[in-house]
C-alpha cells in the first residue's frame, strides 16, 4: 500500500501480484471483484485487531471528474491538440502557397489572336481619325468643334460668374472675366523695353508670360506677380522679371490666406478667360498654352532661379514650342489630339469585356453564376490581358501618326525633312500615352520575372504540404478514438456479461466442478463475498 500526499487529495494506491507465490492461482478481475476484496480486506483487518470503515460512502468521482477544469489533457489529447493545430496550420500554408501560384497568372496577359487583331484594328482606325480629323491647327475638323466647346464652356463660366450681357458674344465674356479676375502680368503688348527685352506681341505674350502657364509653375509665379505686383517672362532663354510701376492692381484680402485664395481664384478665372483667346482677339485667337509644351518655360524659369546656365539645347525647345503656338497649338489643339487617343482606349476596353461577356455566359454554368464572378470576368481596368491589348492598340495608333508625320515632314520639307511640321503633326498625347503603356510592360516583365521563381518554388511547396496534410489526416484518423473509449461503459450496460456468466457455469460443469461451488450469477458472488 503506497500513500501519496503530495496532492491536494490524499489516497492510496494498492498494489499486488496477481499471480501467487507457488504460480497455482491467479487474481481474476471479475465482475465485483473490487467489493470482493474489500470484503476479504476488512476480514483480515477485524481478525487481526485493526479498524475498518463500517460504513463506507457511495462510489465517488473519479480523478478526472475531480479535477474538473484543472484537468490536464492525456497523452493521447496531447497528440490529438497537436495534429489538429499542426493541420490548420498547414491547410493555412496551402492557401498561401496556392495564392502565390495565383499571382503570377495576374501579371502574364492572357490575350489570343483575336485579342491582337481588335487590338490593332482600333488602333488603325483611331490612327485614321487623327490623320483626317485632327492633323493640325487651322487644318482640323475636330478641332473647330472642340474650339466651339471651349467657347460656350467659357461663356457658361462668365455666366456662373455674373455676366448679364450677349449670351452669344464670346468677346464680351471674355472682357467680362478679365475685368473680374484681374492680374499684373497681363501686358498683351508694348514699345520700349517690352519690345527690346521681350518682343511681346499679342500672339506670344500667353507663352511667355509664365504666369498663363497651366503649371503649377505657373501657378507659382502667377501668385508672386500677384502679391508683387510685377511680371515674369521668359525670352530668347532667359528669365525676365519687370516691375509694374503703374500701381494699379492691388490683390484682394485682409490677411495672407485670403490673398493667397484670391490669387488662387484670380489665376483661375483668368486662365479660363484666356482659353478660347483675349476679348480683342479676330478669329480663333491664341488660347493658352498647352502643359505638355509649357514645361520649356518651366525648365528656363527653374534653371535660372537656381543659377544654372540654360543650354542651347533649352533654348531650341523653348523656341520650337513658341513656333508651335503661335501655330494655334494650344490647350484647344491639345484637346482634340486627345479626341482619337480616348476613342482607342474606350473601344478595346470595351471589346474586351463583349468577348469576357460572351465567354462567361458560354462557359459558366447557370447556376454558378453571380454579378462578382461576372465583374471578375469582364472588368477591363486592372488585369494583364486588357493592358497588353491596349499596348498594341496605342502602339499601332502611334505607328500611323508618327508615319504620316514622317511623311509630312518631308513633304513640307521638299527634299528635306521639315521638323517642324513633323512636330506640328505628330500626336503627343497619342506618344504619352503609349509610353505609359510601354513603362506598365516593363514593370510587368520585371515582376513576373521574380513572381516566377517564387511560384515554380511554391508549387513544389505545394506538394509537399498536400502530402503533409494527407499524413496528418491519417494520424488524425488513428487518434479519433474517444468512441471506442467507451466500451467499458457500454459493457456494463448491455447483458455481455450475463452471457458470460452463462458459458462459465457451462464450462464448471463440463470441468465436473461440483454444483455448490459453481457461482451462476452476480448474486452468488455476492453471497459467496458476503455481499448484500
Not at 483575336?114 to 490623320?131: E, R, T
Request: hydrophobic letters at 40%.
Amino acid at each position: 500500500v503506497c500513500t501519496h500526499i503530495d496532492k491536494a487529495h490524499v489516497h492510496n494506491h494498492i498494489i499486488w501480484n496477481s499471480t501467487a507465490l507457488d504460480e497455482q492461482r491467479k487474481f481474476r478481475n471479475f465482475w465485483g471483484s473490487t467489493r470482493a476484496v474489500r470484503r476479504l480486506n476488512d476480514t483480515i483487518c477485524v481478525e487481526n485487531g485493526y479498524s475498518i470503515v463500517a460504513d463506507p460512502k457511495g462510489k465517488g468521482q473519479t480523478y478526472d471528474k475531480w479535477l474538473g477544469n484543472q484537468k490536464k489533457p492525456s497523452h493521447r489529447e496531447r497528440i490529438c491538440y497537436a495534429i489538429d493545430e499542426a493541420l490548420a496550420q498547414a491547410e493555412v500554408e496551402l492557401v498561401v502557397l496556392n495564392e502565390t501560384v495565383e499571382s503570377i497568372k495576374e501579371l502574364k496577359p492572357q490575350c489570343d489572336k483575336l485579342d491582337y487583331i481588335l487590338a490593332a484594328s482600333s488602333g488603325a482606325l483611331c490612327g485614321v481619325i487623327d490623320i483626317f480629323l485632327v492633323g493640325k491647327p487651322d487644318e482640323s475638323p475636330l478641332g473647330d468643334i472642340t474650339d466651339k466647346w471651349f467657347a460656350n464652356r467659357t461663356i457658361d463660366f462668365a455666366k456662373l460668374c455674373g455676366y448679364k450681357g450677349d449670351k452669344n458674344s464670346l468677346s464680351s465674356a471674355i472682357n467680362f472675366l478679365e475685368e473680374k479676375f484681374k492680374i499684373p502680368y497681363d501686358q498683351s503688348v508694348g514699345g520700349g523695353i517690352f519690345r527690346e527685352l521681350i518682343n511681346l506681341t499679342p500672339s506670344n505674350h500667353h507663352f511667355k508670360s509664365l504666369g498663363h502657364n497651366p503649371t503649377l509653375l505657373g501657378l507659382f509665379f502667377s501668385i508672386l506677380n500677384q502679391f508683387t505686383n510685377t511680371s515674369d517672362f521668359v525670352s530668347n532663354g532667359e528669365l525676365i522679371s519687370l516691375n509694374n510701376s503703374d500701381g494699379k492692381f492691388e490683390l484682394q484680402g485682409k490677411n495672407i490666406p485670403s490673398k493667397l485664395f484670391c490669387g488662387i481664384a484670380n489665376w483661375i478665372g483668368h486662365l479660363i478667360s484666356d482659353v478660347s483667346g483675349s476679348s480683342g482677339s479676330k478669329g480663333r485667337g491664341m488660347g493658352i498654352p498647352s502643359p505638355i509644351w509649357a514645361w520649356s518655360n518651366d525648365v528656363i524659369a527653374i534653371k535660372a532661379k537656381l543659377n544654372i546656365p540654360v543650354t542651347e539645347f533649352d533654348k531650341s525647345v523653348n523656341e520650337l514650342a513658341l513656333k508651335l503656338f503661335k501655330k494655334g497649338y494650344d490647350v484647344r489643339f491639345q484637346t482634340t489630339q486627345a479626341i482619337p487617343v480616348f476613342i482607342n482606349e474606350m473601344i478595346v476596353r470595351l471589346l474586351y469585356s463583349i468577348r469576357r461577356l460572351i465567354g462567361y455566359y458560354i462557359s459558366v454554368p447557370k447556376n454558378d453564376r453571380s454579378w462578382g464572378l461576372l465583374w471578375k470576368s469582364c472588368e477591363p481596368f486592372s488585369n494583364a490581358t486588357v493592358k497588353r491589348m491596349l499596348t498594341v492598340a496605342h502602339g499601332t495608333f502611334c505607328i500611323i501618326d508618327i508615319g504620316d508625320a514622317t511623311i509630312r515632314g518631308f513633304e513640307k520639307g521638299i527634299g528635306s525633312f521639315n521638323v517642324f511640321e513633323f512636330v506640328l503633326r505628330l500626336n503627343v498625347v497619342g506618344v504619352g500615352r503609349f509610353a505609359i503603356s510601354l513603362y506598365g510592360e516593363t514593370k510587368r516583365a520585371i515582376s513576373y520575372d521574380h513572381a516566377r521563381e517564387s511560384s515554380d518554388f511554391a508549387a513544389k511547396e505545394i506538394t509537399i504540404v498536400e502530402n503533409y496534410i494527407e499524413g496528418l489526416k491519417i494520424l488524425s484518423a488513428k487518434y479519433d478514438d474517444a468512441r471506442l473509449l467507451t466500451f467499458i461503459a457500454d459493457f456494463k450496460k448491455s447483458d455481455a456479461y450475463i452471457k458470460a456468466f452463462e458459458r462459465s457455469v457451462q464450462l464448471a460443469e463440463l470441468r465436473n466442478v461440483p454444483a455448490n461451488r459453481i457461482l451462476k450469477d452476480k448474486a452468488d458472488i455476492d453471497r459467496y463475498f458476503g455481499g448484500k
